[in-house]
């Protein structure tokens, strides 16, 4: 390690020239009329390189015991030093006093034409050297963040664990078991989406397929399938709440589970799984020995990705222990639980199910989800089904509904008008409810003269919808909103609008930072997309595995993700939009760009002369690779 005195005499000498060499050039630009076109450029490289040196001299982490490269900063700055020493020779010998009869002196009258080589030369030198020395201030500037980063990691690793690491072995288990939870799932996508409309998803209950599963005795299985849009969502939540106020008692249980594919604890079997474990040990705290067996050798390990075999013995095992105890379960957006996680999870629900074990236990379970992937149908299509595809009553209510609020609102009391509107309503939703949502909310920005034009303009179902939210961005901003589709779409996590300016490149303007202007490109994609706040913990908690790699802490955090899964299922369409959009559909394609970008940053961030002999160190960017490739 260099001694920092010595780093401070280098580059003390190195300005001394430094200055007297910009001077020189000062000289021949204004004294010469036919100097190199470049001595402007060389004095602003040379005035560039002196501010490098003095950020390097008074970096913080200069002198640290883990900065292992101060010698060849050292080195660097005395060979800049000795090439502008040598540039301070030639110009010195340069005579710029004698006018010619025109009033300046030629290049070639002074001297310089004979040394331009030798100029031009040491210029690119320097210039060398301005690299070599901006690739070592980013492992300087690399280091202390590095060191900021540790300390942050450690702050949160024991936020997050130190709930953990108090109270009973059995709390600790608990604890570790935990993943989300449901109640406040549930409420959440009240809040996001709104109250059930009265008299809506009753219907269910008087289905046939719903009463021969209530019913019947033993244990069985209902699926309730339907197109993206049509309500599956809040019959789950109806679900849940009926079997809750009617069902419920010492003798039966209710636990369930709200998939999503946007959110990592909820869209894997094992989370599942967890979930379920967690809701039946709070019904019966007995169940708690049969996770301690393994606990007790597994730890936290009990509880990763790659123990579903485990965890579904200990689910069925509980399962089956509570035989006298009737079980009801609700699974919502089955179809968004990962695909390969929910291939196995089918195969081990269908076998719990069959004819020979259906009597060894107690559980009625309901799945609702759409009928793809394949798998869905190919597992459930045995058991009790109900279809949402043609259910009309309940589509109806809520046009009633939300056309009656939207005539409040705007003050529209013609019924004709009124009746108008819920006609081109039933005519386009297709039966989405998602497509009433969306129309109605473009609608309230509207005036009750703009509405009647615009029912007209419609789109019909909800990939219309999106095609039309495509159409409409600016031709100048398609390609930026693209790359974010891209990005958004292929992304294993949410991403969060600072994570999506670093990607995208995104840089502010005079009077817009960074991220106003990646909300606006947010903004253009209407529909698609959604915003939705996520706490510090929730949000490092995904990226917990490079915690380490974290550069600095981040504020609470907006993170954007589709609106619905169906928006999502539009960008990876292979039915091309015309126009834009094409890379997304291309998964190999869209990932090629991703990871171009993601490569572009980590080379930005490592010195190429230092692979191999520095020590690997994090980069703002590097905790982006995670999110992206899981």
Same mark, same amino acid.
């Given at each position: ?14 300005? +001394? ?9 000062? /000289?021949?630009?204004? =004294?010469? &009329?036919?100097?190199?076109? +470049? ?29 292992? *490269? ?35 002196? #030629? ?18 030198? @320097?210039? !060398? ?6 690739? &070592? ?30 109270? #009973? ?16 799932? !549930?409420?959440?996508? $009240? ?38 849009? =049509? ?7 109806? @679900? ?64 990763? +990705? ?9 689910? &069925? ?25 929910? +291939? ?55 046009? &009633? ?43 309230? /920005? /509207? ?14 179902? @909800? ?45 502010? #303007? ?37 915690? *380490? ?10 993170? $954007? ?35 171009? !970008? ?33």
């Amino acid at each position: 390690m260099a001694d920092p005195l010595a780093i401070a005499t280098a580059t003390t000498q190195f300005t +001394e020239q430094t200055i007297k060499v910009v001077r020189l050039c000062k /000289k021949v630009y204004e =004294k010469v &009329q036919d100097g190199p076109e +470049e001595v402007r450029v060389w004095r602003s490289e040379l005035e560039q390189l002196r501010a490098l040196v003095e950020e390097i001299q008074h970096s913080p982490a200069l002198g640290s015991p883990a900065l292992e *490269n101060d010698q060849v900063i050292l080195s660097t700055i005395q060979h800049c030093t000795a090439v502008s020493t040598g540039l301070c020779a030639i110009f010195d010998r340069f005579d710029f006093d004698h006018s010619d009869p025109l009033g300046r002196k #030629t290049w070639k009258a002074i001297g310089g034409l004979a040394k331009e080589s030798d100029i031009r030369d040491l210029f690119t030198q @320097l210039e !060398r050297l301005k690299s070599t020395l901006s690739l &070592q201030i980013q492992v300087i500037n690399s280091h202390q963040s590095h060191q900021q980063s540790s300390q942050l990691s450690q702050v949160l690793e024991n936020v997050v664990q130190s709930p953990v690491q108090t109270g #009973t072995e059995e709390e600790r288990c608990l604890q570790a078991l935990f993943v989300t939870d449901p109640t406040s799932d !549930r409420n959440a996508i $009240i809040t996001a989406k709104g109250k059930r409309t009265a008299g809506t998803c009753e219907w269910i209950i008087s289905t046939e397929g719903y009463k021969t599963w209530e019913n019947a005795p033993e244990s069985s299985i209902l699926w309730i399938s339907g197109p993206p849009g =049509k309500g599956k969502t809040f019959i789950s939540i109806f @679900l849940t709440q009926h079997l809750e106020a009617n069902v419920v008692s010492s003798c039966c249980n209710l636990v369930y589970f709200f998939c999503d594919n946007k959110v990592s604890t909820r869209n894997t079997a094992v989370n599942i799984l967890r979930g379920l474990m967690y809701q039946l040990i709070q019904h019966h705290e007995g169940l708690l020995s049969l996770v301690m067996e393994h606990w007790k050798v597994q730890q936290r390990g009990l509880f990763s +990705e790659s123990s579903f075999e485990r965890l579904w013995a200990i689910f &069925q095992a509980m399962v089956l222990s509570l035989i006298d105890t009737r079980i009801y379960c609700v699974l919502d957006a089955l179809d968004e639980c990962s695909e390969a996680s929910l +291939e196995p999870l089918l195969y081990k629900l269908t076998e719990l199910f069959n004819s020979d074990n259906s009597a060894r236990h107690n559980v009625k379970l309901a799945i609702l989800s759409r009928r793809h992937p394949v798998c869905l149908p190919e597992a459930l299509s045995t058991f009790n089904h109900v279809r949402l595809d043609d259910e009309r009553h309940d589509i109806g209510l809520y046009i &009633q509904d939300q056309v009656s609020a939207l005539g409040t609102r705007k003050g529209i009391h013609d019924a004709d008008f009124l009746k108008h509107i819920k006609a081109v309503f039933h005519d386009r939703a297709e039966g989405t409810f998602l497509w009433v949502s969306f129309m109605i909310a473009d609608l309230n /920005k /509207k005036s009750a003269w703009e509405i009647e034009s615009s029912l007209q303009q419609l789109p019909r179902g @909800l990939d219309a919808v999106y095609g039309r939210i495509l159409d409409q961005i600016k031709p100048g901003d398609q390609a930026v909103v693209t790359e974010l589709l891209t990005w958004i779409t292929l992304a294993q996590v949410p991403l969060s609008v600072s994570e999506l300016c670093e990607a995208l490149q995104i840089e502010g #303007t005079e009077f817009m930072n960074r991220e106003e202007l990646c909300k606006s490109y947010i903004e253009a994609c209407g529909h698609l997309l959604q915003s939705s706040e996520m706490d510090d913990n929730r949000y490092f908690g995904l990226r917990r595995s490079w915690l *380490n790699e974290i550069t600095e802490p981040l504020p609470p955090v907006t993170v $954007i993700g589709f609106v619905h899964q169906s928006a999502k299922d539009f960008m990876l369409s292979k039915s091309p939009h015309p126009g834009m959009m094409e890379c997304h559909r291309d998964g190999d394609q869209g990932h090629l760009t991703i990871c171009r !970008r993601l490569l572009q940053l980590l080379l930005q961030q490592v010195p190429s002369h230092s692979v191999g002999s520095t020590p690997a160190y994090p980069g703002c960017h590097f905790y982006i690779l995670p999110a992206i490739w899981g």
